[in-house]
Each structure stands twice: as C-alpha cells, then as structure tokens.
C-alpha cells in the first residue's frame, strides 16, 4: 500500500512513519514523502522512504500539481497530512472540490478554528474548560488589558503554531514587555492564567461521525528543554502513557462544543492538550488538528493511530467499528531522544541516584 505523508521534515511525520514501519501489521507500506525544505533529514532517509520530494509551501501556485503529480506516479492510495498549513490546504480543497487521494482531513471550518488558540479558547469561552485568558497585541493598551484580566504571573504563547512557540510564564509587566520585544516574528500572543499541574494530552480519532479511538498521555519532560526559555520545546522526552476515562469524556465534551461551532461533521484526528491547576483540575489549552510528535510511543504502547487511520481510509471490513480506549499497563512511561527508538519501560525501573 502506497501511502504519502507530508512534511518529513519535523518530528511528528518521523514518528508515524516509524510507527508504521514498526508497529503496523496491517499491510507492508511504500512510504512517499515530501517536505518544503531541502535540508529536511528525513528527505534523504533511504530506509524510512522508498522516495521523497521537494514541494512548494502550501498556498503556492505548484503546490497542487506538483502533489498531484507525485500521487499520479506513485498510485498513492492514503494521504497522512501532518503540517498544520497543509491540513487547512487539503481541507478547503475537500471543500471545493475532489482530494487527489483519500486523507482524514476535518472540515475547513473547523480547522480554521482549532489552528488558531485564540479562536478555539473563545469558542469554548463559556464551558469552564478553558482557563481565563486574553488576546494580547504588540501595543500598551493591550498590555494593560490582559495584566488586569489575568494579573502575575500567567503563561503566554503564540496564537498559532507548535513547538511551545513563543511560550513563557510571566511574573511582571517587564517581563511581557521584554518577551513581546523578542519575539517580533509572533504576531499575536494569548495569555492564560498559570497552571502548575500535569500537562496532558489526549488523542481522539472520529470517522464519518464516530469517535472510535481514544487515548490519554502525560509530558513531563522535554528533548532540549534547556533552549527554551519556558523549558517547553513542543518535543517530549520523557511522559507517562495513561488510563483516564474522566479526561477523554471532558476532551469528547469539548469536541461535540468545537464541531457545533465551526459547523463542522465529526471526523478527523484530534489531539487535546490539557494542563492541571493547583487542584488537579484539567484545564484545554490547544487542540491539534493532528498526531504530535510522541505517536510513536503510543504505537509502542498498543494504541495504533496511524494504522487505524490507514485502515478506516482503506475500507478493511475487519475494522472493529466499537468505540475503544486504549489501555495501557499500569504505571507505563515512554522515554525518547532525537533519533533513538524510544523506549517503554514501569517507572519503577527508573534509576535511583540515591545509595541503598
């Protein structure tokens, strides 16, 4: 089965291409990738892709031929788009007319909403299960708004994009001055109340108006985390793969509030980040419209989203239509690097640095 994944070039189409070329029983698979970036490693990986291409950025003129093109020479059956760019272009293409092969896209609306942070928190403003925030622009007046609507310390992020872009937690007005100042490529930022507590994530998978996967995760660590003022890169080095009904049903809630909002059919692949308050209260803080970069370990772990994916879009009548969580053995962790195959393992044989 030939199945193109879009954007090689960064950690998460890594990780579901590793994931199916590791965890999928499903069929065997010619991998076709693409990225806008001629220095994208993954590009040259000759063991990850039977072949790879140089496209144009969505939005430009040749970026339809020249996918087109590639999916024509290669029969290339299931699209994996991963960039969020290139999800809103394969979704306002969905709307206007035929995609040039079968992909699990949301509808334009939707995503339109969810790749924006400032959208999606208004659109849930009223449900309780977002935390206080505020758009905050480049300008005084708008500085003093959000520090009276929120006061000291509360966390601030771009609007859009990944990778904890733009992210801190601010403890004074010099402080988000200084940041904004460094951050002139950030157009828009939102400020949220600060929550101390864990940072989670849940996957939920919708198809044709189903959900009928779910899972849950914990971030605790992350790869370069040193680089960043925040210590968030977007990229976990270290997390816990969980069993919380209670989170799905608030991540199911919320996405039953977003689909009636944007108008919009449930279906596509959706990824819930959460943070806890003081109380342990889980609080959306963004809404992938898309896997995130440690699918894999969820792979490792059992919970094959990215083969499911292939064979919903494939028609495979085995599929068990049942909605299902995925569970995991108690107390199981993930731990990854860069390059490395990660590694699962009980925390209870982490390393101790204390003498026995």
Known sequence: MTILINGIGGP???????????YSCYRRYELIGTDINPHARD??????YNKTY????????????????IIDDHGIEVALVQPELEVLAWAQRAEEDKLPCKALIPGYSLAQTLTDKARMTEALQDTGWVPPSAVIQADEESYQEAVEQLGFPFWIRSTSGSSGLG??????????????????GVKQFIGSRYLPGRNLACKLLYYEG?????ACAERVQYIMAKVAPSGITGNTSFGRLLNEPELVDIATQAMERL???????????????????????????????????FSICFAAGGATFAEDTVRLLDGDTRFDWQYRM??????LIFLRDVD?????LKENQLLNSQSD
């Open 12 to 22: 998460t189409p890594r990780s579901i291409a590793r994931a199916l070329r590791w």
């Open 167 to 184: 992210s801190l937690k601010v403890e004074d007005e010099a402080a988000l001055r200084n940041w904004i100042s460094i951050n002139p």
């Open 43 to 48: 590009l040259y990986d000759a063991s990850l």
């Open 326 to 331: 995925y569970e995991f053995e108690k107390d």
């Open 54 to 69: 140089l496209v144009p950025p969505a939005g430009h003129p040749e970026y339809w031929p020249k996918l087109e093109q």
């Open 210 to 214: 189903q959900l009928l996967r779910a």
């Open 259 to 293: 689909f009636e909002h944007a108008g919009a059919p449930k279906h596509g692949f959706f990824t819930i980040d959460f943070k806890e308050d003081e109380e342990g209260t889980p609080f959306i803080t963004e809404v992938n419209v898309r896997h995130v970069a």
């Open 340 to 344: 490395a195959r990660p590694l699962l």
